[in-house]
């Protein structure tokens, strides 16, 4: 059975470090939309006379935020119709609230629930300064924006967003990143995504 894992969260809490731990596990096609869309997106924004880094401005959300989303969207979906697992990594805040977003990737993908796995690992921290250490750490460009913005851009890590896709609560798990991603919280892991539904 296919493989379609989200990683989803707030900036900062470790979504694509914890996808990398799994992807030594679980074979995938990895999709970050950061990475798929980045360089088109500051593109547009630096020609449109905006910082590069923003995606906080209302020029982003209106014009490029949905172009991110649906090109990693349509990756996703070639993928799983050559048979490939994916993990998809994102906050897909929207994305996640709207029940037909998922049918749709599996129908455009011709494939079915009972065909693929889908379940959403949630990547949580318990405090905010976690978050910014982890960010400063991690020196991306795309970054800064968000540090010298902070108050503006902090955001609850504890945050678990509105899921209402159609798949069962046992496909969907809260993950407490904090401390270190050790073997043992990785293995765990590996067994809720490995697990049948």
Known sequence: ?????????????????????????????????????GRFVEHMLASNGL????RDSDFY???????????TKDIC??????????????????????????????SAAGRTHAEVDVKVIVVTLSDMETQKTRIIDRQTV?????????DAFAT??????????DIPQSSITVFDNSGELSQEKVEQL?????ASK
């Open 77 to 106: 979906i070639e993928n799983l119709a050559a048979g490939q697992n994916v993990f998809m990594i994102s906050p897909f805040t929207a994305e996640l609230k709207n029940k037909q977003w998922i049918e749709d990737v599996l």
């Open 142 to 150: 795309r970054d800064q924006w968000k540090l010298d913005n902070w």
């Open 156 to 165: 609850r890590v504890q945050f678990v967003p509105e899921i209402n896709w």
């Open 61 to 71: 959300k209106k014009h490029l935020r949905d172009l991110e989303y649906d090109t």
């Open 1 to 37: 059975m296919q493989k379609l894992i989200f990683f989803v969260g707030v900036a900062g809490t470790g979504k694509t470090t914890v996808a990398r731990q799994l992807a030594t596990r679980i074979p995938a096609a990895f999709l970050d939309r950061d990475t798929v869309g």
């Open 190 to 194: 590996h067994q809720f995504a490995s």
């Open 51 to 54: 910082d590069p880094n923003d």
